[in-house]
């Protein structure tokens, strides 16, 4: 079993920064990528960004040059550094990790979620 602990949501206004992070533990044997997605109300979950093992890194377009993602493989910790936020990022955020337990079983596992708020 994974568990994922979000920390770093808020209330922020436009144009401000928040950085989220997402801690994994459980028995986890490797971790293949980590990623950031998001739910606005009425909406469905979107990508917001992905880093591999290999440091392959995918944003949405819509953070792209604004939002920064990277990990830490000692902590099982992935980060998401948000610059000059608009009212449009507001959502509800969820860490997503991929893995293995072993070299047959792998998992999914998805993070309780944080808010994240952009209002003046």
């Known amino acids: 079993q994974v568990r994922l602990v979000e920390s770093g949501g808020g209330l922020v206004q436009p144009g401000g920064s928040l950085r989220l992070s997402c801690a994994a533990s459980g028995s986890i044997r490797t971790i293949n990528s980590l990623g950031w997605y998001r739910q606005a109300p009425g909406k469905q979950r979107t990508l917001v960004a992905t880093?591999?093992?290999?440091?392959?890194?995918n944003y949405a377009d819509s953070v792209k040059g604004r939002f920064a993602i990277s990990r830490d493989n000692a902590k099982n910790t992935v980060y998401l550094q948000m610059n000059s936020l608009k009212p449009e990022d507001t959502a509800v955020y969820y860490c997503?990790?991929?893995?293995?337990?072993?070299?047959?079983?792998?998992?999914?596992?998805w993070g309780p979620g944080t808010q994240v708020t952009v209002s003046s």
């Open positions: 997503n990790v991929q893995g293995t337990f072993s070299a047959y079983r792998t998992f999914e596992s």
């Open positions: 880093i591999t093992t290999g440091r392959s890194i």
